[in-house]
């Protein structure tokens, strides 16, 4: 039986369809994070994710180059590798610290700010405008990070703290860098190609600190579900992850593309409360209604 959708309504249904199933992976994340966090320092779980995800990637690279040729790639390498370095190094090293000092539904959160710095990368880069309205917005969701911050604990038990939290702002904004500078270069490459050199920049700039942390590390004493979560990481989130990111960013505006981040945190926090036993908190409650508040007031201006 033929489907009754028009061409442009299947179009649309399989890319809101892959960014649901993005959204799924991403907030499953969160969690799997935690539990390899059990096993790994953080520096050794960001390097081992991205380096991961450079192998899982470059058979699809090798394949395609394979069939079309690598004409025109060589050209944008300096900057698809510096987004790998910047929007995936970084990010990764940013997330995995902060992820190892707070809770997955602060992380979810304070993810969640990811559309206000795209707009604020976005206007330094005269490609959108902030106006008073967006301003109050985003002094909102600010302001909701104060909150969400009021009563937090120190130590690294994996009670919320604002140092992971700082970490965890600082991981939104270089995937916000990511987002805005790599919407260009996916006007002249694919998907696979951005992500590709990405990984494998960020799997360059890693190498020193996997070395270095290695020599401290026994790898003999990870568990089969340790790997496994690893696994995890570099494929779902990161490969499939990323090529839905990069593929839907070619179809609809980044800003509305991060929008989706609005359903990760609940997500997140559900399956935190599942899985790992978190609690949903009034400060949770009050500082997550804010800042996605704000968030929600600055995209809307």
């Known amino acids: 039986m033929k489907s009754g959708l028009k061409p442009d309504a299947k179009a649309a249904a399989l890319l809101y369809f892959l960014i649901a199933v993005m959204v799924l992976l ?11 966090l059990r096993q790994f320092p953080p520096l050794i779980l960001g390097g081992l994710r991205v380096t991961f995800a450079g192998l899982f990637i470059l058979p699809l690279y090798l394949r395609q180059s394979w069939r079309e040729g690598t004409a025109g790639h060589w050209a944008d390498a300096p900057l698809l590798l510096l987004l790998g370095v910047m929007g995936v190094a970084l990010n990764q090293f940013l997330f995995v610290l902060g992820l190892s000092q707070t809770t997955v539904a602060h992380s979810a959160i304070i993810i969640g700010l990811t559309p206000i710095f795209v707009l604020l990368i976005a206007a330094a880069m005269k490609q959108e405008r902030i106006t008073a309205r967006r301003a109050a917005g985003m002094a909102v969701a600010l302001a909701g990070v104060a909150i969400l911050n009021s009563a937090t604990q120190t130590g690294a038990d994996g009670r919320s703290t604002a140092t992971g939290d700082i970490f965890i702002i600082f991981a939104a ?53 340790g790997w ?25 505006p980044a800003s509305k593309l991060s929008a989706f981040t609005y359903f990760q945190p609940l997500l997140t926090t559900l399956m ?30």
Not at 175 to 202: C, E, L, M, P
Not at 228 to 252: D, E, H, N, Q, R
């Open 228 to 252: 496994i979560t690893v696994a995890y990481m570099a494929l779902f989130p990161s490969v499939i992850c990323y090529l839905i990111y990069y593929w839907a960013l070619t179809k609809i």
């Open 26 to 36: 991403w907030s499953a994340n969160f969690i799997i994070g935690k539990i390899a």
């Open 173 to 225: 904004i270089t995937f916000a860098w990511f987002t805005v500078v790599g919407k260009g270069v996916t006007h002249r490459q694919n998907s696979i190609t951005v992500n590709t050199f990405a990984y494998v920049g960020a799997a360059i700039a890693f190498a020193p600190v996997i070395f270095w942390q290695s020599r401290s590390f026994d790898f003999r004493e990870v568990t089969t579900m």
């Open 272 to 301: 935190g409360m599942a899985v790992l036993g978190e609690h949903m908190t009034a400060h949770l409650i009050a500082g997550g209604t804010v800042i996605f508040g704000g968030v929600y007031l600055t995209e809307r201006s």
